[in-house]
């Protein structure tokens, strides 16, 4: 099946910096999709984002697709953006094939 | 727009008893995933419908467990003789008809003794 690598897997910021979270994945895909994961355990969406770049406030994300990878930026980040952020496709089909994750810790 | 339910939120059982769940997706959506989370992973794809219909099975999906829409609107996922390997969280995917963005619901956290 569809390798999905997520790195780093633990990061540490301080309130205010910026961070860039990679995802590589092992076959073309029709779906990308990015989440972060609350304390709670709920998955909420960030990004959907096969292909290209959208921004949406301090976040934004790009895919480039022919090289099979996704990047999420995330700056002047907030305590509140603290927890696991996703990365998660679907080769074919609709089944997601998610990562490990990479757990965010912003301190104050 | 409500977004998708999942009922309960959390269920601890003995070993051996059946437990069964339940997701209502977002309103018109014909897709919906189970999906299950362990500690410390990403979730993992179980089963997949489309409308009733149930199109794609995980092989993690064992006899005991079984998934059902029976009218193409909310779904249960039954397991039955639980076993301590089965405590992880349950989470349950809709997705609308014009494109194949996943939401998740908040997802059952399964507790077995």
């Known amino acids: 099946g569809i390798q999905v690598e997520q790195s780093p897997p633990d990061l540490i910021l301080q309130e205010g910096a910026n961070s860039t979270l990679r995802c590589n994945f092992s076959d073309s895909v029709n779906n990308l999709q990015w989440f972060h994961q609350n304390p709670w355990g709920q998955l909420i969406n960030l990004f959907y984002?096969?292909?290209g770049t959208k921004q949406n406030g301090r976040l934004s994300a790009t895919t480039v697709a022919t090289e099979r990878y996704s990047l999420l930026y995330i700056s002047s980040s907030q305590t509140t953006d603290s927890g696991v952020y996703f990365c998660a496709v679907a080769p074919s089909g609709y089944a997601l094939n998610f990562g490990k994750g990479t757990s965010l810790l912003v301190t104050p | 727009d409500t977004g998708v339910s999942q009922d309960p939120r959390h269920k601890i059982t003995k070993r051996g008893q059946n437990v069964t769940f339940r997701c209502d997706p977002i309103?018109?959506?014909?897709?919906l995933y189970w999906y299950r989370q362990t500690l410390g992973q990403g979730p993992e794809f179980l089963t997949y419908?489309?409308?009733?219909?149930?199109?794609?099975k995980s092989r993690l999906l064992s006899d005991r467990f079984s998934a059902e829409r029976p009218k193409g609107s909310f779904s249960t996922l039954e397991i039955q003789r639980t076993e301590q390997g089965d405590s992880a969280m349950y989470l349950c995917a809709s997705s609308p008809p014009r494109g194949p963005e996943q939401f998740f619901g908040p997802g059952t956290r399964l507790t077995v003794l």
């Open positions: 984002i096969p292909s």
């Open positions: 419908f489309q409308n009733e219909a149930q199109l794609e």
């Open positions: 309103s018109e959506h014909n897709r």
